[in-house]
T-cell receptor
Framework: DAKTTQPNSMESNEEEPVHLPCNHSTISGTDYIHWYRQLPSQGPEYVIHGLTSNVNNRMASLAIAEDRKSSTLILHRATLRDAAVYYCILIGGNDYKLSFGAGTTVTVRA | ETGVTQTPRHLVMGMTNKKSLKCEQHLGHNAMYWYKQSAKKPLELMFVYSLEERVENNSVPSRFSPECPNSSHLFLHLHTLQPEDSALYLC??????????FGPGTRLTVL
């Protein structure tokens, strides 16, 4: 399985942007970059995914480096409800398996 | 609300009990999953069913027995569990290998 590396934790103030980095230097050409988050006492929730181009949706933006060896999840204006553990996961074309690491614990200060 | 429901949400059982966890998805997906999340550990994939056939079994002890009677329902039958099996058990579904949608989980405590 291709591995990802994320910081253990990040803090942000409410209404400010949050940039969550993820390194995946061994990514293969068919691996998609997925982000999930898990709020306290809930199951993981899909956030966004991409292959090569940057992606935007109502929850976040995903910026993918040109060499695909790293990516950044961007929460444009953090709210208290964004406090969660964020997971960066690589998924191959024929792979059912989501390999969750420790993720990044995001704390949002009011 | 993700379209994946799990019952019960909380379960306390003794080591000699037999119980079952239930998962139901209302998304029309054809793949379903069981994950285990222990305290301070990453999620671990336990089982994967695709088109009601088991396609992955990650060296899970036989005291955990999955059942997938149709594409909308998934069960995890539990018997003679150990205290270290206490964890959050999460169900997920997907359309083939596409995005997985998770249920809220069952918090299991084994006494």
């Amino acid at each position: 399985d291709a591995k990802t590396t994320q910081p253990n934790s990040m803090e942000s103030n409410e209404e400010e942007p949050v940039h969550l980095p993820c390194n995946h230097s061994t990514i293969s050409g068919t691996d998609y970059i997925h982000w999930y988050r898990q709020l306290p006492s809930q199951g993981p929730e899909y956030v966004i995914h991409g292959l090569t181009s940057n992606v935007n949706n109502r929850m976040a933006s995903l910026a993918i480096a040109e060499d695909r060896k790293s990516s950044t999840l961007i929460l444009h204006r953090a709210t208290l409800r964004d406090a969660a553990v964020y997971y960066c996961i690589l998924i191959g074309g024929n792979d059912y398996k989501l390999s969750f690491g420790a993720g990044t614990t995001v704390t949002v200060r009011a | 609300e993700t379209g994946v429901t799990q019952t019960p949400r909380h379960l306390v059982m003794g080591m000699t009990n037999k119980k079952s966890l239930k998962c139901e998805q209302h998304l029309g997906h054809n793949a379903m999953y069981w994950y285990k999340q222990s305290a301070k550990k990453p999620l671990e994939l336990m089982f994967v069913y695709s088109l009601e056939e088991r396609v992955e079994n990650n060296s899970v002890p036989s005291r955990f027995s999955p059942e997938c009677p149709n594409s909308s329902h998934l069960f995890l039958h539990l018997h003679t569990l150990q205290p270290e099996d206490s964890a959050l058990y999460l169900c997920a579904s997907s359309q083939a290998q596409d995005t997985q949608y998770f249920g809220p989980g069952t918090r299991l405590t084994v006494l």
